[in-house]
């Protein structure tokens, strides 16, 4: 009586766990609930459509297509990788643009923002305020800041003549700095009680009106919110403003 013993190589086994992994990870975003451990599998889908490319060539070079396993497994990988490349493809260079390209003479008037999440509990001020300074945008918002990080930021108000200030000690804090005017400005909690949100006019050099909403939802995971609910609702709440506003809309 002989045994079935499948002749397989380590490369081959490798590659199709890796094929089948990367499957199960992205069959998690097709499951229609609210748990951080299947919501933060949303994020990466750059990542899983290059590692499930990586793998599948891996196993179609190593591995032996008259095998069932090997047939089935690529299969699987090739399904994996239509799904992700579906989901970034309108966001690569090879989609339609929605939006016009600007070139140098057109006349436009612009508007630079600077957008950065400080982490709380970094006390590098010195290099913002570097890069604040190389770039010199009209606009800086600052994410993740508290009352020392409100301090820190105190020498560039001098340049920035209109500010939205909401620090907070729970990493959800925010500044607004702004050489333009900000008219109507509010500070929203849309969802959560401790989860600041701005909604603000900018008033461009032209006389146009921008609507600006900076938001800062919390993400999915277990030590932040272990559901996904929150965030999902603030974002589709911002969403329904933004359809609605009649003028240019920013989302940062």
């Not at 599998?41 to 190593?62: K, W, Y």
């Not at 932040?224 to 999902?232: C, G, K, L, Q, V």
Request: charged fraction near 20%; proline fraction near 6%; aromatic fraction near 10%.
């Amino acid at each position: 009586m002989h045994l079935y013993q499948p002749n397989i190589s380590i490369g081959e086994m490798l590659f199709s766990i890796g094929v089948l992994f990367f499957a199960v990870l992205t069959s998690l975003q097709m499951i229609r609930k609210d748990q951080w451990w299947i919501r933060m599998s949303d994020f990466p889908h750059f990542q899983l459509t290059v590692l499930t490319f990586v793998c599948l060539a891996g196993l179609v070079f190593f591995g032996r297509l008259s095998d069932w396993f090997n047939i089935a497994v690529s299969l699987i990988g090739l399904a994996t990788l239509v799904y992700q490349i579906v989901i970034i493809f309108p966001y690569t260079p090879l989609a339609s643009k929605r939006v016009k390209d600007w070139s140098p003479g057109c006349n436009a008037t612009l508007l630079s923002i600077l957008e950065t999440n400080v982490y709380m509990e970094n006390s590098d001020f010195h290099k913002l305020l570097t890069v604040i300074g190389n770039c010199d945008p009209d606009i800086v918002i600052a994410l993740e800041t508290d009352k020392k990080w409100e301090k820190a930021l105190q020498p560039i108000e001098k340049h920035y003549d209109y500010t939205i200030k909401y620090p907070m000690d729970n990493t959800y804090g925010l500044l607004i700095y702004s050489k333009l005017e900000l008219k109507d400005s509010k500070i929203n909690f849309l969802v959560e009680k401790d989860i600041p949100s701005v909604d603000t006019n900018v008033v461009l050099n032209t006389g146009n009106t921008i609507r600006l909403y900076v938001v800062h939802p919390q993400p999915p995971s277990p030590t932040e919110n272990e559901r996904s609910t929150e965030r999902d609702a603030e974002l589709v709440i911002i969403g329904k403003k933004s359809r609605d506003c009649r003028g240019p809309v920013i989302v940062a």
